[in-house]
């Protein structure tokens, strides 16, 4: 995440042609090839949204991530023909704030079923500390209404819609981060699957069977950390990604970003005697990087401070150094990683 690679609005609208002028050369699009069938055409921005599209929609959709394995998110660029097969999508699962390319192209593409699955549960603001103490659960049943495409809420979620992919909750944006809280994210699913049987109706029966078998596994999910997190050494974490706010505040943690938004930024002097102070204080024994990312950082200020290293997955894309095949076992791994860190027993 070195770079931010934005695209311009204007040149999307340009590049829509072009990815438009592409496919209609071709028989077959990104979004779906011939043995689809009659399947939905469905566009997912980056892996935790593949992940809902995917479970949800079984065997009655054709899902296509527009985030390639090991690709870093919040860095992609998106090809002409990418651009133009959003166009060509029956429905579009996005979460607004993590990939301006992304958006922008979103907002062009003129996909009647869009749903950003920032509208479906309570966003927050999280900064580079964030405890599970400061922050209540006030509003999480107040999401907005869903109108007849899928948008709900977007007015009322407009006001994260410039920053919140550059600062990752740090000076007073809106963190996006919420599908590692595995309540937030099955929050997020029941509105998934909601939009699905309305822009698919003939498979409604099914799209909310797979949507309550998913809540319950992710149910089970949560109750494996509460479980697992109860009685820790430590509350604290330090992580070179700050982005375990919701994670943190859902179990009583409290985490430690070193970087905030850059996961290899190099930390400062000041904030490595911070963290080794912190760490002295707290007793947090490790500094978790993630795998879509160098873990110079992490090893720097371990080096520095006399803590371990290990790894601590955001789940921005799943690859073959991924802990776990899909969503719900790196997850499982994550809990893993942390009950060590923390002395939880």
């Given amino acids: 995440m070195n770079v931010r690679r934005l695209i311009p609005t204007t ?16 028989s077959t699009s990104d979004a779906a090839d011939g043995g689809n069938g009659d399947k939905l055409k469905v566009t997912a921005s980056f892996y935790p949204m593949q992940f809902l599209a995917e479970r949800i929609g079984g065997e009655h959709v054709a899902v296509t991530s527009l985030t390639k394995p090991g690709v870093e998110p919040h860095d992609l660029e998106l090809t002409p023909r990418q651009i133009g097969s959003i166009s060509e999508s029956d429905y579009v699962l996005y979460l607004k704030g993590i990939q301006p390319a992304v958006d922008d192209a979103i907002k062009q593409s003129g996909v009647k079923n869009t749903v950003d699955a920032a509208t479906l549960t309570t966003l927050e603001n999280h900064g580079s500390e964030v405890s599970g103490h400061d922050h209540g659960h006030e509003g999480e049943e107040e999401h907005g209404h869903e109108d007849e495409h899928g948008h709900e809420g977007e007015e009322a979620h407009e006001e994260h819609s410039e920053d919140d992919g550059h600062n990752h909750g740090q000076d007073g944006g809106a963190d996006p981060h919420i599908w590692l809280d595995p309540v937030k994210y099955a929050e997020v699913a029941k509105g998934v699957g909601k939009s699905l049987e309305k822009a698919d109706p003939d498979h409604a029966a099914d799209y909310k069977k797979n949507t309550d078998a998913l809540v319950a596994e992710l149910g089970e999910l949560n109750t494996a950390y509460e479980t697992g997190l109860k009685n820790p050494a430590t509350k604290t974490f330090i992580t070179t990604h700050s982005a375990f706010g919701y994670l943190a505040e859902r179990y009583g943690l409290t985490q430690q970003g070193i970087a905030g938004i850059d996961p290899e930024a190099e930390p400062s002097p000041a904030r490595i005697q911070e963290i080794h ?5 707290e007793k947090a024994t490790t500094v978790f990087f993630e795998t879509l990312a160098s873990d110079k950082t992490a090893k ?6 006399g803590l371990k290293t290990g790894v601590l997955d955001p789940l921005e894309g799943i690859t073959e150094k991924s802990q776990g095949a899909d969503y719900i076992e790196v997850m499982e791994s994550n809990l893993a990683a942390l009950q060590k860190a923390l002395g939880a027993k």
Avoid: R
């Fill in 300 to 305: 720097t200020l371990a080096k520095d401070t």
């Fill in 11 to 26: 040149a999307v609208a340009g590049a829509v042609v072009l990815g438009l002028t592409a496919l209609s050369a071709c």
């Fill in 277 to 281: 102070t912190i760490a002295e204080k």
